[in-house]
């Protein structure tokens, strides 16, 4: 069983780039559509605080998502997010190049998952996360699990297990608390 336990999570020390799914991680895994047939997505602001936090200290973040849509680039747009991979039919094959881009070994990544699809790609990061509300063997293949749900606090737990890890999340607090 993946450590849920906050002090053990130091394995995140590791960690250079932090890379997402969104629908069930970013989100609760609900999808909206509007009168015009466009997508509605509820992000968290406690998650997204997390992500600049983590850019604050110099960690790089990316989103790697089997699904497109304008909510989801505004709100990369928003939070400086500039690796979007969308429209991904199979996220574990993306790694290699995403290690190849960044000049970062996939060791030194993290992936926060929910669902089926997620397994890949976490078994070839350094850590693979599973938020709460996860699929039951997503769960089983992470290495670590979070104690809030998806769309719900997940992401901000790891940003912060992160910076603690490495000793960045004082000097970052600081940095957000003016």
């Given at each position: 069983?993946?450590?849920?336990?906050?002090?053990?999570?130091?394995?995140?020390?590791?960690?250079?780039?932090?890379?997402?799914?969104v629908d069930g991680v970013l989100t609760d895994g609900s999808i909206t559509y509007g009168d015009d047939g466009g997508e509605i997505k509820t992000f968290s602001v406690k998650d997204g605080l997390g992500i600049r936090m983590l850019q604050l200290a110099g960690?790089?973040?990316?989103?790697?998502?089997?699904?497109?849509s304008k909510a989801l680039a505004k709100r990369c747009e928003n939070l400086g997010i500039t690796h979007l991979w969308d429209g991904v039919k199979n996220k574990s094959l993306l790694i290699e190049q995403i290690s190849r881009d960044m000049k970062v070994p996939p060791e030194r990544m993290a992936f926060v998952g929910d669902d089926i699809p997620d397994m890949g790609i976490m078994s070839k990061?350094?850590?693979?996360?599973?938020?709460?509300?996860?699929?039951?063997?997503?769960?089983?293949a992470a290495r670590l699990v979070t104690t809030k749900p998806g769309g719900r606090g997940a992401v901000r737990e790891v940003c912060e297990g992160i910076l603690k890890a490495k000793g960045l999340w004082d000097e970052t607090q600081k940095q957000v608390a003016v």
């Open positions: 069983m993946p450590d849920r336990a906050a002090e053990n999570w130091d394995v995140l020390e590791q960690v250079d780039v932090l890379l997402l799914d960690i790089v973040t990316g989103i790697v998502t089997g699904r497109s990061v350094g850590v693979g996360v599973a938020v709460a509300d996860a699929h039951p063997d997503v769960i089983n």
